[in-house]
């Protein structure tokens, strides 16, 4: 497993130096520089993968079934989108609760975004839920998770955290990246993390656009309020289901046919 967090690590350092090279560009090749910074560790961290993978298959002398991490039930999709209301509340807390301090520390202001909503949306919603859910949840569950979910969490949100690299968004950027590596690691797939982020992120945008005074601060904040009670309620009436998939997010379990759970 070391060796794959080390080799997690060093793909995560790559797109840091690639992403860093693309922020001095402009125009189209700034974002396509942008992309191939995702592209290239992501594919590196596949390729890798499929060795690491025949190598544990020798070692057990078991075939692994394929990790089909792009697919999601319906079913699932409407047992995961209660936790949404929930999580950006907590962030858009965490949000505030951190500009609040460092206002007060005399740090400045967050970050102001100057373009149409229409851009932000694909600048600041569509293209890093994608980009980023491929880099920091799915290469960590194809490299690590197989070994150890714990670590898997850990690393995963840790790294999400710190590529924001401002102090204005890694406090919550580590608390959404851990819900969104467990939402993934419950549901077998990249969806659910796909999902939250995106929305997470479109909201995060509406806000920045069109909430420019207190009666809409508070018309949003009631509308996110009632639908985070609404989706605690519905969670409470399932919680059974809620508490068996999140110990599925630290379960490994092997690829006999018996089914074998191993501690993490």
Known sequence: MGKNI??????VLIYVLISTVSSYLSGWISSLIYVFSFALPVLLSFLYSR????????ERGLAEPERRLFRISMHDILLLLPVAAP???VVFLVSFLTSSLLGALGLGGAPVYTGSFA????ENAIAPAILEELLFRYVPILLIAPYSKKYTVILSSVYFALIHMNVWQMP???FAGAVFILADLSFSSVIPSL???LLNNVVSCVWTCFIDDGVKAAVFVSVLTVLSAASFAFIAVKRRVYVKLLRQAFVLQSSS????????
């Open 6 to 11: 080390s080799f997690y690590t060093l793909f």
């Open 51 to 58: 060795g690491d993978k025949r190598a544990r298959e020798e």
């Open 87 to 89: 999580l950006i509340g």
């Open 119 to 122: 851009e932000m949306l694909i």
């Open 172 to 174: 919550y950027a580590l």
């Open 195 to 197: 999902v939250l982020h």
């Open 257 to 264: 046919s018996s089914n074998v759970d191993f501690d993490v």
